[in-house]
């Protein structure tokens, strides 16, 4: 499969001194082409750095961008056949739906009938068919996000960038528009570098995500790879809500957690390890071998409980689907853990 973005070795610091920290650190990864990746990491980590420059937004102080075979690496916006969608919507207010749309195309030069049908067509794209002449004041919050992913479609760009493009909405128009942009990303089979600070979005929209921590790549690869195979400590904690506790790696392969005796998908160097439990992985048993548990706090949250239980390991948070068996503050339980949902990684 061809790559939609290479970068090679990409450094970024802000000035002209060489003595300024790097923000970006010699950084390396490759987006196939038609293909969604994710950018995720912490405020600060460099995301919105990499994606700016992939636009042509920002300059890399070295190393190499390749898009769609091309070296773009010195080549300004309008050179690299990208569309950026950005957090706020940035529509004109006083233009129509339809006009806003087909805005770039004018500007390019684009006749105005041929920039008319292919603004129609990607309104059908996004679900907008018969809003052409209302305003963006006269839109939710969701048809507005709608507008703006056109916008950007219209143009036909080889790559195109999200940055934050969720965060404005509420909880469940962001469910609704990821499952929108991933949808259309398939159908289209357009090649997308997506920021975002969201894990279950990143989980939900990518085909690779990208962890970023202090200018470097933690780790990358499919969704199921970051949340079931964390490599680091880092990882594991920012991937969902993974619990890091201190455990013994044995001779044998197994893994000595507290009482429990685990069998890692992936063997580990005998010595001091660390196990990142997700709150799904723990199963609660009235009796029998395992953790011993004292319920400390209880959450009924429709469908699930979320439960906070004191044991020797210490305060353990634990997500229950069981909405039969019903625990009350002060329950004496047993805990085991699952197959999925538990990764052994290096103790920092």
């Known amino acids: ?7 090679v070795n990409i450094t970024k610091r802000y000035g002209t001194d060489s003595s300024a920290p790097l923000v970006v650190k010699g950084v390396s990864f490759e987006v196939e082409q038609g293909s969604l990746t994710t950018i ?13 420059m992939i636009a042509g937004l920002e300059s890399c102080t070295s190393g190499q961008i390749i898009m769609n075979g091309k070296d773009v690496t010195t080549l300004g916006p309008a050179e690299r056949n990208v569309s950026m969608m950005f957090q706020s919507y940035a529509l004109f207010p006083h233009m129509s739906v339809i006009e806003n749309v087909q ?27 018969g809003y052409n002449e209302r305003l963006p004041s006269e839109l939710s919050g969701g048809q507005q996000q709608r507008v703006a992913l056109a916008r950007a479609l219209v143009l036909e760009p080889g790559v195109l960038l999200f940055d934050e493009p969720l965060s404005n909405l509420d909880a469940r128009l962001r469910r609704e528009m990821r499952e929108e942009i991933r949808a259309i990303q398939q159908r289209l089979q357009l090649t997308v570098a997506y920021v975002t600070h969201d894990q279950s979005e990143a989980l939900a929209v990518s085909d690779q995500i990208i962890v970023m921590n202090a200018g470097l790549i933690a ?19 920012f991937m969902g809500e993974a619990m890091l506790f201190p455990a013994q790696a044995q001779a044998d392969g197994s893994v000595a ?3 429990l005796r685990l069998t890692p998908r992936q063997s ?10 997700r709150p799904e992985a723990w199963h609660i048993h009235r009796d029998g071998a395992g953790l011993a548990a004292t319920l400390k706090k209880s959450s009924y949250l429709g469908s699930f409980y979320e439960y906070t239980f004191d044991t020797e390991l210490g305060s353990i948070f634990v997500v229950s689907p069981d909405l039969t068996d019903v625990l009350s503050v002060g329950t ?15 103790a920092q």
């Not at 805005?103 to 068919?129: C, F, I, P, Q, T």
């Open 1 to 7: 499969m061809s790559k939609g973005i290479e970068f």
């Open 40 to 52: 995720l990491g912490p405020s600060g980590c460099g995301k919105t750095t990499l994606l700016r």
């Open 103 to 129: 805005y770039g195309l004018k500007m390019s030069g684009v006749a105005k009938d041929s920039a008319h049908s292919r603004a129609a067509e990607a309104l059908k794209n996004v679900g907008l068919v």
């Open 219 to 237: 780790q990358s690869g499919t969704p199921q790879d970051m949340y079931e195979r964390p490599q680091s400590e880092f990882v594991a904690g």
């Open 257 to 259: 957690l507290g009482p």
């Open 268 to 277: 580990a160097p005998q010595g001091q390890v660390k196990v990142a439990v």
């Open 332 to 346: 004496e339980v047993v805990l085991d853990l699952a197959d999925h949902g538990v990764s052994v990684v290096k």
